[in-house]
Every structure is written in C-alpha cells, then in structure tokens.
C-alpha cells in the first residue's frame, strides 16, 4: 500500500482516529454527566479541541492559495470562519447527540471500556496523535511504516478497524465539508453566488477519490497511532469497536461531528455572500 499526502492530509491524520476518530448551536444545550463523562475519559474530548484550528487553518490557506485576495477580506474571512468553528459548542451538540441517540447502558458500557487499563491507553494515544504537535511526525513517519508492516498482520487488521470505527468514513465527510467551506468562499471572492447546496453536491460527487486518497493516510495514522500497542491489544481494542456498544458509540459519534462541521459552514456561505456581494462594497 503506497501513501500519497494530498492537501487534506492533516484532517485524515489527527483527530479522526478514534470514531473516529464538526455553526454555531443556538441557546445552551445540556447533556448528561454520563455523556460527559465519556467525551473526558475517551480521546473526542481532544478530537473536539482541535477541530476548529484544524478546519480554519485548512479553509483560510485554501484562500490565500487562490491568491490575489485583500488582506482585509482574507482577515474578515478567517474571523468569520473562526467564530463559528468552536469547541465549547461542539462539546456541547456532541454530548447533547450521545444523550440522545445511546442508552445510559451504552454510556456506561463505553465508559468502563475507557475506565479499563486497556482503553486509558488507547485513549492516550489517540490523544496524542490528535495534537498539531504530533502531525508532521505522522506524515513523515507514514511512508516507513507502511513498508514495515506490509505483510504483517498489523495491515491485515486495519480493514476490521476502519470499518468499526468508521476512521476513513469521518475523514471523508471532515474533508468535504472543509471543501464545501472553501468551494463557498473562492465562490464568493470571484463576485459569484455562493451556492452551498449546489457546492456541496459538486464535492460529494468526488467522494469516491477523497475516499482512496484519505483511506491510505488513515492507514498510515493508524500504524502510528498505535504502534505501541502488541496486536492482542489492538485485537482487543477492535472487539470492543466492534461490539454492539462499540458500533453504536461510533456511529452517533461520526454522525454528530459531521452535522457539527456541515450546519457552520451552510452559515458561513450565507455570511460571505453578504460581506462580499456588491451592495456591501457601495
């Protein structure tokens, strides 16, 4: 399996291991203890922190890659971007989503899993590799341990993983909407309507190419992320995702950071066509 490190790499290399592992919600949303609690104990409390730089970062270096763009409107743009991309809020819809969507006894299930000597440690290293520290060693690392585990039964594995925590999957939504988010702006630079719908539709017909390219960049995250762990650990790691609990955390979790990036942005597009239509230049 070879690695190609396209644009997006950072949002199929960092937080998107653990389900993996994203505008603004309107008035104060509570969740429960449990469903805190499980957010703390696992590593999408990290996954959340890091979200919105990951996603400004991406979006604004797209813009300024477009060149020719002033400095004022870049600014006001990254801004714009900045405010609606919050961890507080997302924290808050993922708990909300969890609350809703599993049973205490699920909750609970996931909690003691990551309570366990096993999942604090899976925990801490998806944590660790969720930190912008972390990615530049993940990229330059991939390569090399791609060609050290070909064959091996670590590479057999990844298929069961990815599968039961919907990894490439989440990376993929992460980056069409990141796309969308950046398709809405260049759109809006160049005095054109800035279609979310019909912009959002373009770049979901690529999926099937973002999936190939993202998927080997998750493969090499995964070998990094857990290369500490023996493959009885990590086999017992990939029975719990693959449990019924497992499955059912994953999903509402995936589901709930896809929904979190994609509302922000659809507000962002409405935003930029605001700021940069003509009536607001007079």
Do not use: C
Not at 165 to 180: F, M
Not at 214 to 242: C, G, H, M, P, W
């Amino acid at each position: 399996m070879s690695v190609r490190w396209p644009a997006s790499r950072r949002f199929a290399t960092s937080g998107l291991l653990l389900l993996i592992l994203t505008v603004a919600v309107t008035g104060r949303v509570q969740a429960s203890d449990l469903a805190q609690s499980v957010i703390s104990s696992s590593a999408l409390g990290t996954v959340i922190e890091q979200y919105p730089q990951m996603i400004t970062e991406s979006i604004t270096r797209g813009i300024k890659q477009t060149g020719g763009v002033d400095p004022m409107v870049s600014g006001a743009i990254q801004l714009m971007v900045g405010q609606a991309f919050n961890s507080r809020r997302i924290r808050a819809r993922v708990a909300a989503s969890l609350d809703k969507e599993l049973t205490p006894k699920t909750l609970t299930s996931v909690r003691d899993f990551y309570h366990s000597d096993l999942g604090a440690r899976v925990a801490g290293l998806e944590s660790a590799a969720a930190l912008p520290s972390a990615w530049p060693q993940i990229e330059s690392d991939g390569p090399a341990l791609v060609k050290q585990y070909r064959g091996t039964e670590r590479e057999r594995l990844f298929d069961a993983f990815d599968q039961a925590s919907r990894a490439t999957e989440n990376a993929v939504d992460t980056t069409i909407a990141v796309q969308t988010a950046l398709g809405t702006a260049v759109a809006a630079l160049r005095g054109k309507p800035a279609d979310f719908d019909q912009i959002h539709s373009r770049v979901e017909m690529q999926r099937d190419m973002l999936t190939g390219l993202v998927e080997q960049q998750v493969y090499a995250a995964y070998l990094y992320t857990y290369k500490s762990l023996s493959d009885d650990q990590l086999k017992r790691y990939i029975k719990f995702l693959e449990s019924p609990d497992g499955r059912q955390f994953s999903k509402a979790a995936t589901e709930s950071l896809k929904k979190a990036v994609l509302d922000p942005i659809q507000s962002i597009s409405n935003g930029l066509n605001q700021l940069l239509s003509p009536a607001s230049k007079t």
